[in-house]
T-cell receptor, first 113, second 112 residues
Framework: GNSVTQMEGPVTLSEEAFLTINCTYT??????LFWYVQYPGEGLQLLLK?????DKGSNKGFEATYRKETTSFHLEKGSVQVSDSAVYFC????????????FGRGTQLTVWP | DGGITQSPKYLFRKEGQNVTLSCEQN?????MYWYRQDPGQGLRLIYY???????QKGDIAEGYSVSREKKESFPLTVTSAQKNPTAFYLC???????????FGPGTRLTVL
């Protein structure tokens, strides 16, 4: 079946540190991949996406590359800020499943000044 | 501004009562979704709908019901049959089955 596994948190970093949050997936065919971010008490916001192998999604300094050979979509940022503190969710979507998203469990990121 | 609204933001319910959570979107999206979020468990799909007057069960539909009488509205009823309803509920919509989903701000339901 379709599933997403992402690294467990919490992740705690100092400001300006490098961030990696690992995400791997299981799916047949060619899913679309997403990273969503959730700030405390709010809904989810789309951070970035990639729809085919080797695509790189990027937004607000965050990047993730769709690697079909390793079935991965790791999230990276070169220099985190306190304002990046949030929960990050990796997700996949396949058109054959009526557009539903399959989410990972989320990774809590806390950035200290 | 286009978006998704959910109301109320906080909801308290006594055991044995049904309660309905509102979700409205003015994005003209065909598809709408309901998720439940519990600490440390990510999001789980309750129900989804691709078109008006049609919806499908997700992974945890027991104890919930929905309707889709209008394109812009997808209310969720949490019935007394739901054993552990205290959670954060998120509604989402997408333009079609291949597009990313846009989320509302959520409703936090607490059963007293």
């Amino acid at each position: 079946g379709n599933s997403v596994t992402q690294m467990e948190g919490p992740v705690t970093l100092s400001e300006e540190a490098f961030l990696t949050i690992n995400c791997t997936y299981t799916a047949t065919g060619y899913p679309s991949l997403f990273w969503y971010v959730q700030y405390p008490g709010e809904g989810l916001q789309l951070l970035l996406k990639a729809t085919k192998a080797d695509d790189k999604g990027s937004n607000k300094g965050f990047e993730a590359t769709y690697r079909k050979e390793t079935t991965s979509f790791h999230l990276e940022k070169g220099s985190v800020q306190v304002s990046d503190s949030a929960v990050y969710f990796c997700a996949l979507s396949k058109g054959s499943t009526l557009g539903r998203l399959y989410f990972g469990r989320g990774t809590q990121l806390t950035v200290w000044p | 501004d286009g978006g998704i609204t959910q109301s109320p933001k906080y909801l308290f319910r006594k055991e044995g009562q049904n309660v309905t959570l509102s979700c409205e979107q003015n994005l003209n999206h065909d598809a709408m979704y309901w998720y439940r979020q519990d600490p440390g468990q990510g999001l789980r799909l309750i129900y989804y709908s691709q078109i008006v007057n049609d919806f499908q069960k997700g992974d945890i539909a027991e104890g919930y019901s929905v309707s889709r009488e209008k394109k812009e509205s997808f209310p969720l009823t949490v019935t007394s049959a739901q054993k552990n309803p205290t959670a954060f509920y998120l509604c989402a919509s997408s333009e079609d089955r291949n597009n990313e989903q846009f989320f509302g701000p959520g409703t936090r339901l607490t059963v007293l």
